[in-house]
């Protein structure tokens, strides 16, 4: 009888063992990487004035569904305005469909470009046509004082010598749209209300108590989530889409309801 249990118990460890791995590869590839998830960040003690949506890397790859229902996500939610830090399409062929589908947000649409989307050598034609008919702006080095005058919405799209880093405005809220993290450390001496962020996607594949295994260049240590820097608070999206595999695990596609 003793023998029998003994038996029974390694069976149960060895068969956990074997299946364990495949059910993270399986929630890996085929439930998280579409599992959107709405992240709620607060960054006021008082009663918020403005309520507002980031999200970022679409990676639009003709995926429908998923963009679709990202949309109806952001819909859901009524914010003030919404914030895209880049990234709207893995290739020039789906800019098309992207800019269709994200028409259908019904808040202002405020974004920056992302690699991809310089990558993709498309004419920005098209982004500046449909931000603008939501109320909003594709922003290339641009800002625009929007909330009744309240907020000096700063997008940054370059870095360089012809292209000078933004000041934050007195007596205003100053929020910069941008889409490597890293940026956050080029603001000598400056000081925003917050800064947002992609680029990252979180690493897609996060080790609990370890963290992302690998993260692209312009991330540095801003991975994901809230940091405290020196030019303010940044936030980075862990993005809507994936690159190069179709693989997350312990890193859901996320969208972030921000409240000042």
């Known amino acids: 009888m003793k023998l029998n249990k003994i038996n029974r ?5 060895l068969g956990a063992s074997l299946l364990a791995p495949c059910a993270i590869a399986a929630d890996a590839r085929w439930v998280e990487v579409e599992w959107v998830k709405v992240r709620h960040l607060r960054l006021t003690d008082g009663k918020p004035t403005h309520r507002f949506v980031h999200f970022s890397d679409l990676h639009h790859k003709g995926d429908l569904a998923h963009t679709r229902s990202v949309v109806k996500m952001i819909n859901a939610l009524s914010p003030d305005f919404v914030c895209f830090t880049g990234d709207i399409m893995e290739e020039g062929r789906f800019l098309a469909e992207a800019l269709e589908m994200l028409s259908g947000i019904k808040s202002p649409l405020f974004g920056v470009p992302g690699n991809h989307d310089y990558w993709s050598r498309v004419p920005f034609d098209g982004m500046f046509k449909s ?3 939501t109320g909003g702006a594709w922003l290339v080095d641009e800002r625009r004082v929007i909330a009744d005058g309240k907020i000096n919405l700063i997008g940054m799209a370059y870095i360089g010598p012809r292209h000078p880093l933004p000041s934050p ?5 100053n929020i910069v749209l941008m889409h490597y993290p890293a940026w956050a450390k080029l603001f000598a001496g400056q000081k925003f209300d917050l800064l947002l962020a992609g680029h990252s996607h979180g690493g897609q594949v996060r080790i609990p108590f370890y963290g992302p295994i690998i993260v692209p260049f312009g991330v540095d240590e801003y991975d994901l989530g809230l940091f405290q820097t020196p030019a303010g608070p940044l ?3 862990s993005g809507i889409g994936w690159y190069p595999i ?3 695990f312990n890193c859901r596609p996320e969208i972030v309801l921000i409240e000042i």
């Open 131 to 133: 931000f603008a008919a």
């Open 169 to 173: 405005v007195t007596g205003l809220k």
């Open 246 to 248: 179709p693989v997350r």
């Open 235 to 237: 936030n980075v999206s």
């Open 9 to 13: 118990r390694r069976f149960i460890i």
